[in-house]
């Protein structure tokens, strides 16, 4: 039987919540005497062993290292850590911080754990600290010897509590780790990160040196190949840098009551992308499902005036406006015949792919001129005599990318303008407006500096990166902040751009009517639109590689199912693909971009017709196996029924693309 899926769960999986919130979720279960540390402890010791045995160790013959800070995390880590040492582990726990709570040293200890403080300043009962300077030193270089020959760390040196860099005796550790880590890891050529290093490093809640609430990596820090996060999301599980740090995540249903909770980051999955691919209707006609008007590419860089239009094209536009000089506009007819030249009616405008900027022309730029001429009359009511129709047309959603970002008006833009810039472009336009940022800023503090150039801007911000951050301005209160990380690094490449600024616009065009009388979902389908991109990406690379992924959710009172379905899922990631020969799959360019748009629309489409299972009912192994009937074509999930099979509206071609997508990754479904 398929489990029915809670619509919290999925909600919990993608949602993060800043620390004051968890704080008071947190609140009411304290209160009703939960046991909340020892819950987090078996958790942890669970995954810990889990993660032993995709690396082809038995728990009874492992070394293991807790870094154990003074807080409730350090209480977790020596939870975790005696249940491991009752499984026969060799544990040692390496007080980090001055103190550990009794009632954690008490079950650590009597399950035969060890403790070992490094600093002069701890006091822990029956334990000695280092006495001198000296003495401190060579604990220090003891215990970094201890990480280095372990079979796994269990980090719990900061919690949520943490703010700012680590000092002292955290920061040597985090320096240590991370180098020994990126050095075998650069070092070795193994397939998956269980047999890449050691030792393996599971965080708990949170790896130690991030920024909890606002992302960032602010000093040293501890890489972790699994952070087990409980009750919900931090919001550094979600934004990057720290995202990059978390590795895959498990996370520990609490049951918090998430109904009302404010939302601080919300992650894009298939589903709510789905939900935003416009049906077909047999009342519509190419208006309706949306008119996109292209001011792209340039004599120089005609290039870009052709991947945006087909990729709007392709992404379910019912019509291609493109307006342009002789070259471009050639292109444009001969890669795309039916594309109509010249201004009209649009829904959406796609703005400034491949135009080059203020600085960079070196004479008078036609496209420059029509930007201009478009974004001074656009959202501005000021001008006496426009009437309600007039209005309407100079408040399309709009796309400004790349050589436009540089024409903004010097007034605030309404939200459904769309900025995207990557981190070099958004240095420049920020610069403009009287901040003193660099590109390296901003890869270093992508929320923070994406938000202010929200706040000066009025408009919608998609900042290009592995995990692409968009903001989204609201009338009342903060922001709504969403994040994708969907796709291969492949995607850096000359024209990626151009084809999700192609891809926005249609998605805008088509949604326009929803955006008109709801102007607070201009985050979420500009959101789809980037997830969207991404899926297309994974499918021209055959690749399984992700910035993020959603996080396995564990219930405790359900142990054997988690486990089963974590190395499941685990495997699957990585696992060599039909068709590739490595789990990164190959190179990709921006062409194949485009014509992988529509297989990807499609796999999205078909999620309502597809009897899909969790994968600890193991639909990724059923939908892996194929048989051939009479007529020679895959059936391939052997779950449905026989009149299922025949009742799915979906070609053989459709199911091959949708089970090797699903076989790529399952956790997205």
């Keep these: 039987m398929t489990d029915v899926i809670n619509p919290l769960d999925n909600k919990l999986k993608k949602t993060a919540y800043s620390t004051e919130t968890i704080h008071t979720m947190t609140r009411p279960l304290l209160q009703e005497g939960r046991p909340l540390m020892e819950e987090a402890g078996k958790a942890a010791a669970t995954t810990a062993a889990l993660m032993l045995s ?114 002292a005796i955290p920061e040597k550790l985090a320096e240590q780790i991370k180098g020994q880590i990126e050095n075998q890891t650069t070092a070795m050529l193994s397939a998956d990160p269980w047999h890449q290093h050691r030792p393996l490093v ?160 070196k004479q008078t730029d036609q496209q420059r001129t029509i930007i201009s001429r478009i974004l001074a009359a656009h959202g501005d009511f000021t001008k006496s005599g426009m009437d309600e129709n007039q209005k309407h047309d100079s408040c399309r959603p709009m796309v400004i990318d790349a050589g436009a970002l540089d024409m903004l008006p010097l007034r605030q833009l309404p939200s459904h303008v769309v900025l995207t810039p990557h981190t070099g472009e958004l240095a420049s336009l920020l610069a403009s407006m009287g901040e003193t940022v660099t590109a390296s800023d901003i890869s270093s503090k992508p929320l923070y500096w994406a938000r202010r150039a929200c706040d000066l801007t009025g408009a919608t911000i998609l900042l290009k990166g592995g995990i692409t951050i968009v903001i989204s301005p609201r009338n009342n209160g903060d922001p709504k902040i969403f994040t994708t990380g969907f796709g291969p690094a492949w995607l850096a490449t000359a ?91 190959h190179p990709i360019h921006a062409s194949e971009l485009v014509n992988s748009l529509k297989d990807a629309q499609e796999l999205l489409l078909a999620l309502p017709y597809l009897h899909i299972e969790r994968p600890s009912e193991q639909v990724h192994v059923d939908k892996q196996v194929q048989t051939e009937d009479t007529n020679n074509r895959p059936i391939s999930d052997r779950s449905r029924t026989e009149t299922e099979q025949q009742n799915l509206p979906l070609e053989a071609s459709s199911q091959e693309h949708t089970q090797a997508f699903l076989g790529i990754d399952p956790l997205w479904f």
């Design 495 to 585: 024209g990626s751009g151009d084809v999700l600024a192609g891809i926005e616009g249609a998605l805008l065009a088509s949604q326009s009517e929803i955006l008109a009388s709801d102007p607070s979902q201009i985050g979420l389908v500009t959101a789809s639109a980037a997830f969207l991109h991404g899926i297309a990406a994974s499918l021209a690379s055959h690749s399984q590689q992700r910035a993020w992924r959603l996080p396995l959710l564990m219930d405790t009172r359900s142990i054997e199912d988690f486990t089963h379905e974590a190395k499941q899922a685990w495997s699957y990631e990585y696992r060599v693909g039909r068709n590739s020969a490595t789990p990164l799959g």
């Design 202 to 361: 599971e965080a708990i809640d949170v790896p130690s040196g991030v920024g909890v609430d606002d992302g960032t990596v602010p000093g040293a820090y501890i890489p972790a190949d699994v952070t087990v996060c409980f009750g919900a999301l931090k919001p550094c599980c979600l934004l990057p840098p720290a995202a990059y740090a978390c590795g895959n995540i498990v996370l520990v249903d609490f049951k918090f009551d998430i109904s009302h909770a404010p939302v601080a980051v919300e992650a894009m999955d298939t589903h709510s992308c789905a939900s935003l691919i416009r049906k077909a209707k047999f009342s519509d006609n190419k208006y309706t499902r949306g008119v996109v008007g292209l001011v792209t590419g340039s004599e120089q860089y005609p290039g870009a005036a052709v991947l945006s239009s087909c990729a709007a094209a392709n992404s379910g536009a019912g019509m291609v406006r493109y307006i342009g000089p002789e070259r471009p506009s050639n292109a444009v007819l001969s890669a795309l015949p039916e594309a109509v030249l010249g201004e009209g009616k649009v829904q959406a405008w796609v703005l400034g792919s491949g135009v080059s900027t203020a600085i960079a022309s």
């Design 54 to 167: 995709m690396a082809d160790i038995e728990v009874s013959h492992s070394q293991v290292v807790i870094l154990a800070g003074s807080g409730g995390n350090g209480c977790n880590g020596l939870f975790a850590g005696a249940r491991l040492a009752s499984m026969g582990a060799k544990v040692i726990a390496l007080a980090t911080g001055h103190c550990l709570q009794p009632k954690a040293v008490e079950e650590f200890t009597g399950a035969g754990g060890n403790i070992v403080p490094l600093s002069r300043e701890a006091s822990i009962p029956r334990f000695p600290s280092p006495q001198t300077a000296s003495q401190e030193q060579d604990k220090l270089q003891q215990a970094v010897k201890l990480t280095q020959s372990c079979d796994l760390i269990i980090d719990a040196m900061t919690g949520i509590g943490q703010h700012g860099s680590l000092h």
